[in-house]
Nanobody, 124 residues
Framework: QVQLVESGGGLVQAGGSLRLSCAAS????????MGWFRQAPGKEREFVAA????????LYADSVKGRFAISRDNVRLTASLQMNSLTPEDTAVYYC?????????????????WGQGTQVTVSS
C-alpha cells in the first residue's frame, strides 16, 4: 500500500509560481512511475506530467510543457511539480499518483494510488 499526501497548493496571481509536493509512504513508490493530474471545476481529471521510476524520462501535457517541471526523490519518497508562468487556466485540484508500472503512463487507469488533492487557484 502507498499513501500520498500533496501540499503546496494555494492562491497565486497569473504569471506566478507554485511548487507542489507529494509525500509517499511505502517502498512501492520507488519502483513505480509518478504522475500529476488535475481537475478543473466542471471538467474531467486530466494528465499533467509523469516521471519514470528512475527519473530518466518525463512527459508533459502540451498545455504545461515548458512551464511545469516534475521531479522525484526515491530516497525521501517525495515528488514535486514546479509550476511557473501560471495562468487562470491552470486553476484546478492537483493530484499526485503512483503508477502500476515503472514506465511513464498518461492514463488515469494506469495509476494505482492517489493523493487527496491540493487546490491551486490562479487569479487574473
Amino acid at each position: 500500500q502507498v499513501q500520498l499526501v500533496e501540499s503546496g497548493g494555494g492562491l497565486v496571481q497569473a504569471g506566478g509560481s507554485l511548487r507542489l509536493s507529494c509525500a509517499a509512504s511505502g517502498r512501492t513508490f520507488s519502483s513505480r512511475a509518478m504522475g500529476w493530474f488535475r481537475q478543473a471545476p466542471g471538467k474531467e481529471r486530466e494528465f499533467v506530467a509523469a516521471i519514470g521510476r528512475l527519473s530518466l524520462s518525463s512527459l508533459y501535457a502540451d498545455s504545461v510543457k515548458g512551464r511545469f517541471a516534475i521531479s522525484r526523490d526515491n530516497v525521501r519518497l517525495t515528488a514535486s511539480l514546479q509550476m511557473n508562468s501560471l495562468t487562470p487556466e491552470d486553476t484546478a485540484v492537483y493530484y499526485c499518483a503512483v503508477g502500476s508500472v515503472g514506465s511513464i503512463r498518461t492514463s488515469q487507469d494506469d495509476y494505482d494510488y492517489w493523493g487527496q488533492g491540493t487546490q491551486v487557484t490562479v487569479s487574473s
